[in-house]
């Protein structure tokens, strides 16, 4: 009985060898799905630029290609002519080479310098099938990018990259065009608002903080002015002591302006104080902004330094703000105000110790909504599940403006003992400043291969 036992053994592991490959180099791998990341994008006059991501199911774990044929009509391809890619193609075949362990390609398509069009066009881009089998298409197999001034995506499947899991990101996203760019989380330090008032807002995803002197020149500031501020002026901090008074060093989470650190520029100029900027990334300054007719001067410099640099601002309404770094001066930080709707990344969020006491605190995988016209409601998917949620439902909600509406409400726990996780008990209804009205629930908080910092949604257009 046991030479029949360990026979039929022997031969059933003979047979999964020949037929299954029981060793795992000999193993065949399983084919991964590629997507992208939307079927249909947009591009024109004013968003000449479209970024495609193609996506896998799961990490690769082989160098390979995947080859894109693009069906472009009536449109010729080049530079100078309608339309052009980053990744030039060959014989009308754009071939985007990964490797082991990525989980996702990407390219851009751009509006060509010719481009004078009439009538809208559409380019069709199709993923071809891979002849070793490494990976298959999937059901999102082909993007079309309408050619166009009035595009607005239907919907899409999108990521929004910080980078890393140390967040050295933050990612725009821009639902009418289905776009998500992520720029440097350091890349400016103020931001001069263009709306009415005079406000300065602090660069929260960086952590910057802005904490006053009774002083009102910069030249009168040295590096005695800041002794013992290395130890409180930090964001997460070294203590939760509220006492400190922390809080009031940076901008309140919700977006007030009249609220920020700076407050509001006053029209007299000794009523405005020299302020000590702490910033990650470098020296720390010392700052002093005056209105200057409808815009902003601004006054910066080292703290030991006995002399200041002067940077008059005028606002830019084409931007929420004008922002500044305070070694480069003015810089493009940020998409052009109605090019984005939220973004993701970290940010300055106030954490309640108890009645009365705060502190400021570093949040990571936090949404932010764009202060000038975009607003919120949060719709559980108990009262009405994500697909039944029609533009008829619309009506009756409560939408919500502060900068930090999602928040965090997104996502659930962390800390130092457990990660965080993804609700998926709920979902958003949000109304850009165009009145379009999109769903949208995130998929993802982290990227298929268990990376923090790398977060997904879906969405559709609702009217």
Same mark, same amino acid.
């Given at each position: ?67 894109? =044929? ?46 004078? =069009? ?31 001034? /009035? ?14 899991? +140390? ?19 350091? +890349? ?18 960086? /952590?910057?903080?802005? *904490?006053?002197?009774?002083? /009102?020149? &910069? ?37 007030? &302006? ?20 702490? =910033? ?7 700052? *002093? ?12 410099? #080292? ?39 939220? *973004? ?91 009145? /379009? ?6 998929? =993802?908080?982290?990227?298929?291969? #268990? ?13």
């Amino acid at each position: 009985m046991n030479t029949l036992k360990t026979t039929l053994i022997f031969t059933l592991c003979t047979f999964q060898v020949l037929f299954s490959a029981c060793s795992d180099d000999d193993d065949p791998l399983t084919p991964f799905s590629v997507n992208f990341s939307s079927a249909e994008v947009g591009i024109s006059s004013d968003s000449p630029e479209a970024q495609l991501t193609v996506s896998f199911s799961r990490p690769s774990t082989m160098d390979g290609t995947i080859k894109l =044929r693009l069906n472009s009509g009536d449109l010729v391809y080049g530079e100078s002519e309608d339309f052009y890619a980053s990744v030039a193609p060959q014989d009308d075949v754009i071939s985007l080479a990964f490797k082991s362990g990525d989980q996702n390609v990407n390219f851009t398509v751009n509006n060509g310098s010719a481009a004078n =069009r009439t009538a809208d066009a559409t380019l069709v881009i199709s993923i071809e099938n891979d002849p070793d089998n490494l990976f298959i298409p999937g059901t999102t197999n082909q993007v079309s990018i309408t050619f166009a001034e /009035n595009f607005i995506s239907p919907g899409a499947s999108l990521e929004m990259s910080a980078g890393d899991e +140390n967040f050295t990101q933050r990612a725009y996203v821009d639902l009418s065009k289905a776009t998500s760019t992520s720029v440097p989380v350091d +890349n400016f330090d103020l931001g001069f608002q263009t709306g009415s008032g005079f406000y300065v807002t602090l660069n929260s995803s960086a /952590n910057l903080m802005a *904490r006053p002197l009774d002083k /009102n020149d &910069l030249n009168d500031v040295s590096a005695a002015d800041t002794a013992g501020f290395a130890a409180v002026m930090t964001i997460p901090p070294p203590n939760f002591d509220a006492s400190i008074g922390s809080v009031a060093w940076v901008d309140t989470p919700d977006g007030d &302006l009249s609220t920020t650190a700076f407050g509001e520029i006053s029209a007299t100029d000794t009523d405005n104080k020299v302020f000590i900027v702490k =910033r990650n990334k470098g020296n720390w300054k010392k700052v *002093r902004v005056l209105r200057n007719g409808e815009g902003y001067t601004l006054q910066h410099a #080292d703290i030991a330094a006995t002399s200041f640099e002067t940077l008059d601002i005028t606002k830019d309404q084409t931007f929420e703000a004008v922002t500044v770094d305070l070694d480069q001066g003015i810089v493009e930080a940020e998409p052009e105000n109605d090019k984005w709707d939220f *973004r993701y990344g970290t940010y300055t969020e106030v954490l309640p110790l108890g009645p009365g006491a705060s502190i400021p605190y570093g949040f990571k995988d936090l949404i932010t909504i764009n202060r000038s016209d975009v607003s919120i409601a949060m719709i559980m998917i108990a009262d009405t599940p994500f697909e039944s949620f029609s533009a008829a439902d619309v009506a009756g909600l409560t939408f919500e403006t502060a900068v930090n509406a999602i928040g965090n409400t997104w996502r659930m726990g962390g800390g130092p003992s457990s990660p965080p996780a993804l609700h998926t008990d709920r979902y958003y209804i949000i109304k850009d400043g165009e009145e /379009n009205i999109y769903k949208l629930q995130f998929t =993802r908080m982290y990227s298929l291969s #268990d990376q923090r910092g790398e977060g997904a949604f879906k969405y559709e257009l609702l009217n």
